[in-house]
């Protein structure tokens, strides 16, 4: 934000919410623009201007409830969900009371504010919980496999393939030939397919079974 004119009370209002500043001479400016409280400001002197930038905000603004609500009219839901349309502050702040619950201010930037009446405390603990929940980082996991592998063994290994799918990571089959089995692809196909279908339930395929060498690959992924 470049601000042409200063006068000293504004250079002085500069001064309280800056941590760098560098302002030059200033005589005879007047102010042109709104500085915002909390904010930490860097002003930097520039030929005739003023440069201003926002480098940090100190203090998150935080939710209005209640008495905390001054503005009127605001647009109202309950907690129902139903609308009561447009009304004053008071009369809404007497429908939360009557309720036994909050008025809270859920769109404050909107043409009138938009407030719901409802538990706030509820309403803080549902937002922190959901906040710290961590979104999970899809992974690819694998399960080897050999063209001689017995039953008991592949068992195993679809068990194991369909504990990552339910924990939404991607599953790689991966048949390894060795030696001589190089000579019975037809093997190692035949447990990639028997994996393949033990696990339709769980997943879709991704990647198709595919020879790369000494190994036959497919992806799947959960559904």
């Known amino acids: 934000m470049l601000l042409r004119e200063f006068n000293q009370t504004s250079v002085d209002?500069?001064?309280?919410?800056?941590?760098?500043?560098?302002?030059?001479?200033?005589?005879?400016?007047?102010?042109?623009g709104q500085f915002v409280p909390h904010t930490i400001w860097h002003v930097g002197w520039r030929s005739s201007f003023i440069q201003i930038e926002r480098v940090s905000t100190i203090e998150?603004?935080?939710?209005?409830?209640?008495?905390?609500?001054?503005?009127?009219?605001?647009?109202?839901?309950?907690?129902?969900?139903?609308?009561?349309?447009?009304?004053?502050?008071?009369?809404?702040?007497?429908r939360a009371r009557d309720a036994g619950l909050d008025l809270v201010e859920v769109a404050p930037n909107e043409k009138p504010p938009v407030c719901r009446i409802m538990d706030f405390g509820k309403y803080k603990y549902e937002k922190s919980k959901k906040s710290g929940q961590r979104t999970h980082q899809t992974k690819t996991k694998e399960i080897r496999l050999r063209p001689k592998t017995g039953e008991h063994d592949i068992g195993t290994k679809v068990r194991q393939a369909i504990g990552f799918l339910k924990d939404k990571d991607k599953v790689q089959v991966s048949v390894i030939f060795r030696g001589r089995e190089m000579a019975h692809v037809d093997e190692g196909r035949r447990v990639m397919e028997n994996v393949l279908q033990e696990l339709a339930e769980f997943s879709k395929l991704e990647q198709p079974p595919l020879q790369q060498g000494k190994r036959m690959i497919a992806t799947v992924a959960p559904k």
Do not use: H, K, M, W
């Open 13 to 32: 209002r500069v001064a309280q919410n800056c941590r760098y500043f560098n302002l030059g001479s200033l005589a005879g400016l007047r102010p042109v």
């Open 60 to 94: 998150r603004i935080q939710t209005r409830i209640n008495n905390q609500i001054r503005i009127s009219p605001i647009r109202v839901i309950g907690p129902d969900g139903t609308q009561y349309g447009v009304i004053t502050t008071d009369e809404a702040l007497n």
